[in-house]
């Protein structure tokens, strides 16, 4: 299996900065795109930035010009730095990755982490 765990979470105030990252392990093979994703309370799961495995990006047109999404393939482990925080970004942050093992063949799927809570302190 695979484990997606996301950590740096936290309070931050109206335009401070705050970097998350996520780091999956288990019986990998190769990570494809990977992403961030996001849920206000009473809202739905929304996207926030992807990156593919070749390090192309594509964001949120909300965080564009304040987040940034990046890799480290060597460590399997994503990044979203944070600046210029809006009360708007609070959340539940969560990654996703989307993994090909080769386990009884080749199996491509969708993992998720846990979340860690981003919450304005404003």
């Known amino acids: 299996q695979v484990q997606l765990v996301e950590s740096g979470g936290g309070l931050v105030q109206a335009g401070g900065s705050l970097g998350l990252s996520c780091a999956a392990s288990?019986?990998?093979?190769?990570?494809?795109?990977m992403g961030w994703y996001r849920q206000a309370l009473g809202e739905q799961r929304e996207l926030v930035a992807t990156?593919?495995?070749?390090?192309?990006?594509n964001y949120a047109d909300s965080v564009k010009g304040r987040f940034t999404i990046s890799r480290d393939n060597g460590k399997n482990t994503v990044y979203l730095q944070m600046n210029s925080l809006k009360p708007e970004d609070s959340g539940v942050y969560y990654c996703?990755?989307?993994?090909?093992?080769?386990?009884?063949?080749?199996?491509?799927?969708?993992?998720w982490g846990q979340g860690t809570q981003v919450t304005d302190s404003s």
């Open positions: 996703k990755a989307d993994v090909t093992r080769i386990v009884g063949g080749i199996r491509r799927n969708d993992y």
């Open positions: 288990g019986s990998i093979f190769r990570i494809n795109a």
């Open positions: 990156i593919t495995g070749g390090g192309s990006t």
